[in-house]
T-cell receptor, first 114, second 112 residues
Framework: GESVGLHLPTLSVQEGDNSIINCAYSNSASDYFIWYKQESGKGPQFIIDIRSNMDKRQGQRVTVLLNKTVKHLSLQIAATQPGDSAVYFCAENIKGGSQGNLIFGKGTKLSVKP | EPEVTQTPSHQVTQMGQEVILRCVPISNHLYFYWYRQILGQKVEFLVSFYNNEISEKSEIFDDQFSVERPDGSNFTLKIRSTKLEDSAMYFC??????????FGNGTRLTVT
């Protein structure tokens, strides 16, 4: 989920397909990770979080996978719907820091084709 | 579902002017935050606030910035003398205990 400047990586999927959004996080000392969805003109909306003592967590239609060995986080969305179209950010929190002091990635834009 | 609310949604100001951005965090939340997002870029932490004092701040949060919880419901961000580069979306967020951070829909600040 990395990008340069104004150009976000874009993932385009067909409605009903599964989506996988990837994120490489920066700090091996991070122990809390969170995915946010941001629709145009709105603030980040919480999707799912995971702590470093887990490698997988499931929510409603979403799954987060954490691979600490390679510092990789992914968000899987099952049966993607047009309402899932948004920019998705991963964020990390460094161990020992305030839980709300999040370091955000640059985002991936998900476009769902009907 | 309770929400973080921010006003105004859009603020236009001239360089050098003071602005105050306002937020009403979720009512039972105890930890309050300001983040900003310059157009097209990632969301950046500015400051965290707990128990009526700043608990952490970033390098962005210099002497031009201040925060206040003037009463039991509002949380404000003041920029004393705005610069062109302060133009951004400013997001307020709050949490309680180990809950995830909940964000408002932001105030778009345009400095001309």
């Amino acid at each position: 989920g990395e990008s340069v400047g104004l150009h976000l990586p874009t993932l385009s999927v067909q409605e009903g397909d599964n989506s996988i959004i990837n994120c490489a996080y920066s700090n091996s000392a991070s122990d809390y990770f969170i995915w946010y969805k941001q629709e145009s003109g709105k603030g980040p909306q919480f999707i799912i979080d995971i702590r470093s003592n887990m490698d997988k967590r499931q929510g409603q239609r979403v799954t987060v996978l954490l691979n600490k060995t390679v510092k990789h986080l992914s968000l899987q969305i099952a049966a993607t719907q047009p309402g899932d179209s948004a920019v998705y950010f991963c964020a990390e929190n460094i161990k020992g820091g305030s839980q709300g002091n999040l370091i955000f990635g640059k985002g991936t834009k998900l476009s769902v084709k009907p | 579902e309770p929400e973080v609310t921010q006003t105004p949604s859009h603020q236009v100001t001239q360089m050098g002017q003071e602005v105050i951005l306002r937020c009403v965090p979720i009512s039972n939340h105890l930890y309050f935050y300001w983040y900003r997002q310059i157009l097209g870029q990632k969301v950046e932490f500015l400051v965290s606030f707990y128990n009526n004092e700043i608990s952490e701040k970033s390098e962005i949060f210099d002497d031009q910035f201040s925060v206040e919880r003037p009463d039991g419901s509002n949380f404000t961000l003041k920029i004393r003398s705005t610069k062109l580069e302060d133009s951004a979306m400013y997001f307020c967020a709050s949490r309680v205990g180990n809950s995830p951070l909940h964000f408002g829909n932001g105030t778009r600040l345009t400095v001309t």
